[in-house]
């Protein structure tokens, strides 16, 4: 059985997702044995965003910020060689592929909301939902017993589709997911010797602006929170 240690770090798309999920939801950890159980777990924003993070490799994804800007730096200061590059970007296609994502055939669980009322008629708008969002939904389901704190839904399942609607507000998966075509291609070409200097950081520059995106901390220095 694993546990929970007292210090854990987490990434800021993790921690805002599960601090938006708390506002809604209480979450008490389930009791008894049952597959994966966490000893020591609790209902804070710190294993929440743990569960989180598990479940959408959403960590590993925030670490890969400051390694691209690393290189960025190196590529200006002539320090790198082209194994080095095939290694980093491999490590991003390798993080990247470890996101949930649907397959060819799968058809994603779509939420509706309406726009507000100062926008015009309240015409319902579809979202679909990402794997990644669905993927946090069903470990936090399994970790937890979810409640709303008003207004429940009629069916468990709607419920479910609610919580990854929210999850989906901080998370942003999908748009990191997007960098994957970008860097399996570049890695080809640096592989190959075809890749320029200036396509490089080209490459990196996109990558970099691509995972932009994510939530950051207040400190845009920190990629990743120790919570306690």
Request: charged content about 25%; aromatic content about 10%; overall charge positive.
């Amino acid at each position: 059985m694993r546990e929970m240690t007292k210090v854990h770090r987490v990434s800021a798309a993790a921690l805002t997702a599960a601090r938006e999920v708390l506002k809604r939801y209480q979450l008490v950890p389930r009791p008894g044995d049952f597959p994966g159980r966490v000893n020591g777990m609790t209902a804070g924003e710190a294993h929440v965003a743990i569960v989180i993070d598990y479940a959408t490799n959403a960590f590993k994804v925030a670490l890969l910020r400051p390694e691209i800007f690393y290189w960025q730096v190196a590529l200006r200061s002539r320090r790198v060689d082209p194994v080095q590059i095939v290694n980093f970007l491999k490590k991003v296609v390798d993080t990247l592929a470890e996101v949930p994502q649907y397959g060819p055939r799968d058809r994603p669980p779509v939420a509706y909301w309406e726009y507000p009322v100062d926008f015009g008629p309240g015409i319902p708008h579809q979202m679909p939902l990402s794997k990644s969002a669905m993927e946090a939904t069903r470990y936090l389901w399994h970790y937890y017993q979810i409640s709303p704190y008003a207004n429940p839904l009629p069916t468990e399942e709607a419920e479910r589709i609610i919580l990854a609607q929210i999850i989906e507000a901080g998370l942003g998966m999908d748009r990191a997911v997007s960098a994957a075509p970008l860097a399996q291609f570049y890695l080809e070409r640096v592989k190959e010797g075809q890749a320029t200097e200036k396509e490089i950081r080209k490459c990196f520059r996109k990558l970099g602006i691509i995972l932009a995106y994510l939530p950051t901390f207040s400190d845009l220095r920190e990629e990743t929170m120790l919570l306690t």
